[in-house]
Each structure stands twice: as structure tokens, then as C-alpha cells.
């Protein structure tokens, strides 16, 4: 049976100048009575914020949904809109049955961690360049060397010796037996053990 509420009675008159004004109605940011918490409080936003700090402690950026929930004090329902959202610009996947994994850049990157890899760049790009350095002096040397033992009236040869004195300024060779044996380059020489 359909029915015509009527309004117009008196029991339905809102008293005149007893309404909310402007002024009056409490900031969204306030509570009301000591335990409710505002709309504020209550947002998907903050609610948002919460998850990401929540997602930022992670060490390896893997959540679990449940315990999202406990910690945040929130129904499931809530943490499912923020996953759902955050996964469908690909920013998290599940990684498996109730937990999510971070797949964004820069949530986890600490400003000093950053700035330490940027110092530790310039240094191993400057490593590098002196590493280049000291393979092209290497290169121009044993080039020097080969051109000098491939001249004929080089003096190479004929200066080409080390003198007793040469030997004995060698430090790891002060307390030692040194013998000199001029040989071809291929020659073996086998010394036998002194204790036998």
C-alpha cells in the first residue's frame, strides 16, 4: 500500500533559529565527544598514508593484508580499496594470498643512501678514467720497449746485465744464497734440497 507522508503537520516543523550555523558546525578535524573519531581520521587518504609507512618498515616491501588491518585498526574491507587501487597502477602485486609486494621506485630509497650512491658514482667514475690512464702508459711503455729491442744498433743488448751489487740491494734477498746463471730463456734449473 503505497502511502503519502505529510510534512506538513506540525509534529514536522523545524523550530525557527535553532539551526547550525555556519560557525557552529564542528571542523571535521575535531571530534565530537572524546572517543569518535572525525571523518578525517576515518579517510581513505590518511588511511593511505598509514599503509605506505606501513609498507615503507617493510624491509623487503612484502605486507601482510591481516595483520595491515590489525595494526591499522581498520576492516579488511578498507585495506582492499587501497591495494586494489595501488595494483591497478601497478605500483604493488600480490605475492601471494594476502600479502602484497611493493613494485614502485623511491619508496624505499633513503635520502642519505642516495646521496652516499651518488658520491660512490663520481668515485668509480674516476677510478675508472685512471684506470684508462694507466693502461694507455702501459700500453705506450711496452710499445717504447719493443721498439728499442727491435732497433739493430739499439745499445739495449749490450747494456742489458745486473751487476753484483744489483743483486745484493734486493731486500728479500739479504739472507739468502743467490746464484746467477746465464742461460736461454727455456732453461730448467733444478737445485736439489739442502737437507738431503
Known amino acids: 500500500?503505497?502511502?503519502?507522508?505529510?510534512?506538513?503537520?506540525?509534529?514536522?516543523?523545524?523550530?525557527?533559529?535553532?539551526?547550525?550555523?555556519?560557525?557552529?558546525?564542528?571542523?571535521?578535524?575535531?571530534?565530537?565527544?572524546?572517543?569518535?573519531?572525525?571523518?578525517?581520521?576515518?579517510?581513505?587518504?590518511?588511511?593511505?598514508?598509514?599503509?605506505?609507512?606501513?609498507?615503507?618498515?617493510?624491509?623487503?616491501?612484502?605486507?601482510?593484508?591481516?595483520?595491515?588491518?590489525?595494526?591499522?585498526?581498520?576492516?579488511?574491507?578498507?585495506?582492499?580499496?587501497?591495494?586494489?587501487?595501488?595494483?591497478?597502477?601497478?605500483?604493488?602485486?600480490?605475492?601471494?594470498?594476502?600479502?602484497?609486494?611493493?613494485?614502485?621506485?623511491?619508496?624505499?630509497?633513503?635520502?642519505?643512501?642516495?646521496?652516499?650512491q651518488r658520491v660512490l658514482r663520481g668515485e668509480l667514475a674516476e677510478l675508472a678514467r685512471t684506470e684508462r690512464m694507466l693502461d694507455q702508459l702501459v700500453q705506450d711503455c711496452a710499445l717504447e720497449i719493443q721498439q728499442l729491442a727491435d732497433t739493430p744498433t739499439s745499445s739495449l743488448s749490450t747494456l742489458a746485465y745486473v751487476t753484483y751489487q744489483d743483486l745484493r740491494a734486493i731486500s728479500s734477498f739479504q739472507e739468502q744464497t743467490v746464484i746467477a746463471v746465464k742461460a736461454p730463456p727455456e732453461t730448467q734449473l733444478e737445485v736439489p734440497d739442502l737437507s738431503q
Open 1 to 116: 500500500a503505497k502511502r503519502k507522508l505529510d510534512l506538513e503537520g506540525p509534529e514536522f516543523r523545524t523550530p525557527k533559529g535553532k539551526g547550525w550555523t555556519l560557525a557552529q558546525v564542528p571542523s571535521p578535524r575535531t571530534p565530537k565527544s572524546p572517543g569518535e573519531k572525525t571523518r578525517y581520521d576515518t579517510s581513505l587518504g590518511l588511511l593511505t598514508k598509514k599503509f605506505i609507512r606501513l609498507l615503507n618498515e617493510s624491509p623487503d616491501g612484502v605486507v601482510d593484508l591481516n595483520r595491515a588491518a590489525e595494526v591499522l585498526e581498520v576492516q579488511k574491507r578498507r585495506i582492499y580499496d587501497i591495494t586494489n587501487v595501488l595494483e591497478g597502477i601497478q605500483l604493488i602485486r600480490k605475492k601471494s594470498k594476502n600479502h602484497i609486494q611493493w613494485m614502485g621506485t623511491g619508496l624505499f630509497e633513503d635520502t642519505a643512501m642516495v646521496a652516499k
